[in-house]
């Protein structure tokens, strides 16, 4: 750890942008001190200085929402920093998940893959805790883990068919299709998105050190 | 638009951290005065205030890496601006992605979902573009689009076994080789990961509109 790269402010802070390390959701932007960035690598959870209170601030000291850190990074020009993290509970005191929900703009059609993802999977696995009446997911359960399999062949079937007729839209709902039952077998089986993102992210590394070779993939 | 909330620093400057919209990534963090905020939300690219330069920063306008905002929102007590953008080359000056490439702790182990599958589809993009000799991906092409669906079929019917045998390291590896030629499927006919983001957003929307009723999904 050398913090003397770290250009802080003439008030002697840095900005300090904190990401869910899985969904990839920016959650807030917040302000480091040396000391509060000494203490996040040292604790591994996120500590910042609040600007208002004047102190140092350990994120979720007494809401209990605090923020593992899994990664921290720094900008090019060394006056910014990333805290990637897995949090605890909502990061904004509103209770939000994320201080980002003021539009000031016509909102985008919908968030980027990975928060989609993360989103589908914690309904998924609140269905399965919580086996809501009226539940796809609750019942499909209740029926077997047999039952979502058989669902995963039928759905790679309708890939097929989509992608054979060459219609986009089909082949789209498809293979979202076949994604969310992805999803819901690795809840079953007690996985999550993230073993998806650890598996491909050992393949890409062992594709780009052997060249273009057959890895498994690409 | 109504930017008289956005509460301006003592020097008329707000951060922005811009994400990218697809990915998830962030890319860099900088400043906004009101000027910048207006032209970012009339104009549908990125502009700053350039701290060093002390003047409006229309990204990519020597450089040609413009950003399309599809999104700014602002943060809880306003002071902080998001902006999720398609950027149409490297945000950072050294042509790196993202300006954020300098680790002040040990890496994580790997980047949030999102990212890798759209590094992953980008990596397909480019040898089904290229089709470098030895490339598992160019091979599969000029073989036929039957090649990549038989695969469909066949890491279906891996991920169905893996689960039956309760085999949960086996499972990440046959879901992830289906999520893998998912996205092959994807690119063979022209559509993106945002396409499944876009179809299962739709369907979450759907779902919560109608409570926990069969939607397709959840």
Known sequence: ???????????????????DAHSGKVLTLA????????QTLLTGYSTFYSRSRGELWVKGATS??????????????????????????PACHTGAESCFHNPLSEAAGHPPLGE?????YRTIQQ??????????????????????????GEEAGEVILAAKNADGEELSWE??????????TLAEL??????????????????????SGRVPPV
Not at 31 to 38: M, P, Q, S
């Open 175 to 184: 293979a979202a299709d076949l994604l969310f039952h992805l999803l819901f």
């Open 1 to 19: 750890m050398n913090l003397d790269a770290v250009q802080f402010d003439e008030k002697g802070l840095v900005p300090v942008i904190v990401q």
């Open 64 to 89: 209990g929402n605090r923020q593992k850190v899994l990664e921290v990074v720094l900008d090019c020009d060394q006056d910014a920093v990333l805290y990637r993290v897995e949090p605890q509970g």
């Open 127 to 152: 269905r399965l805790r919580d086996l809501p009446e009226g539940s796809y997911v609750a019942r499909m359960h209740q029926e077997g883990l047999d039952r979502v399999l058989k669902k995963i």
């Open 116 to 120: 989609v993802l993360e989103r589908v």
């Open 190 to 211: 007690g996985l999550s998105p993230d073993d998806l993102a650890r598996v491909l992210w050992q393949r890409n590394a062992r594709d780009a050190a052997a060249g």
């Open 31 to 38: 302000y480091a001190n040396r000391e509060a960035l000494t």
